[in-house]
């Protein structure tokens, strides 16, 4: 079984590589991101509370996730494998995410981690902000802070996984296609 944590920073491209290596090797991709604007979309209590933190970008609490992610793990008793994008994103949703996969006999396999310069994530979600529709990623101040809390939160993650032998950093600069490369090269290298 495969399990992998695609890692990196907002605008590192998460998105985009974990529903190609989910195809491509075959994984269930799990995005807290989407499943935090589904909720918002049905406009569910969940969904507008989620708003607040998410509208300032702020995380939202490590309970809501980690129940949305033993929910997706139960709705998938017989999968090849999972892509986890977006989660963990501190120490405590990596550690719950641990025990969940230990009770049901499974472990991380690698957490790949994209490396991408400050100013081009910057300029990445401002691009997508213009298309996306995402109202975290219209807003230069709210971007800044997303990367803040990103490197103070989840950064720390980094050395969580190394200390475990799974980290393993993957070129984030390129273009789709050459990441993809590298990414399917260091998921077969596993
Ligand atoms: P990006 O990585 O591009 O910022 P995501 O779609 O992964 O986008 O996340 C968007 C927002 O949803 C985050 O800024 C945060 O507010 C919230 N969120 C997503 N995943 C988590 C998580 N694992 N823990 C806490 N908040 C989360």
Same mark, same amino acid.
């Given at each position: 079984?495969? +399990?992998?944590?695609?890692?990196? *920073? *907002?605008?590192?491209?998460?998105?985009?590589? &974990?529903?190609?290596?989910?195809?491509?090797?075959?994984?269930?991709? @799990?995005?807290?991101?989407?499943?935090?604007?589904?909720?918002? &979309?049905? !406009?569910?209590?969940?969904?507008?509370?989620?708003? !607040?933190? @998410?509208?300032?970008?702020?995380?939202?609490?490590?309970?809501?996730?980690?129940?949305? $992610?033993?929910?997706?793990?139960?709705?998938? *008793?017989? &999968? +090849?494998?999972?892509?986890?994008?977006?989660?963990?994103?501190?120490?405590?949703?990596?550690? &719950?995410?641990?025990?969940?996969?230990?009770?049901?006999?499974?472990?991380? /396999?690698?957490?790949?981690?994209?490396?991408?310069? =400050?100013?081009?994530?910057?300029?990445?979600?401002?691009?997508?902000?213009?298309? #996306?529709?995402?109202?975290?990623?219209?807003?230069? #101040?709210?971007?800044?802070?997303? $990367?803040?809390?990103?490197?103070?939160?989840?950064? *720390?993650?980094?050395?969580?996984?190394?200390?475990?032998? !799974?980290?393993?950093?993957?070129?984030?600069?390129?273009?789709?296609?050459?990441?993809?490369?590298?990414?399917?090269? /260091?998921? =077969?290298?596993?």
């Amino acid at each position: 079984m495969l +399990n992998l944590v695609l890692f990196g *920073p *907002p605008g590192a491209g998460k998105g985009t590589q &974990a529903e190609f290596l989910g195809k491509n090797f075959n994984l269930v991709h @799990i995005s807290t991101g989407d499943l935090l604007r589904t909720e918002i &979309a049905a !406009k569910t209590h969940l969904g507008i509370e989620a708003k !607040k933190n @998410i509208d300032k970008g702020e995380l939202v609490p490590d309970s809501v996730v980690v129940d949305m $992610i033993k929910g997706k793990l139960n709705a998938h *008793p017989t &999968a +090849n494998g999972f892509i986890f994008d977006g989660f963990p994103r501190t120490v405590a949703q990596a550690e &719950a995410l641990d025990l969940i996969l230990e009770q049901n006999g499974m472990e991380i /396999s690698g957490m790949l981690c994209l490396q991408v310069e =400050k100013q081009e994530l910057i300029n990445r979600l401002l691009n997508r902000g213009l298309t #996306s529709g995402r109202s975290d990623d219209r807003d230069q #101040s709210i971007i800044e802070n997303r $990367i803040s809390v990103y490197e103070r939160k989840t950064a *720390p993650l980094i050395e969580f996984y190394k200390s475990k032998g !799974k980290y393993i950093p993957v070129e984030g600069m390129g273009t789709v296609e050459e990441i993809a490369d590298k990414l399917v090269q /260091s998921v =077969k290298a596993l």
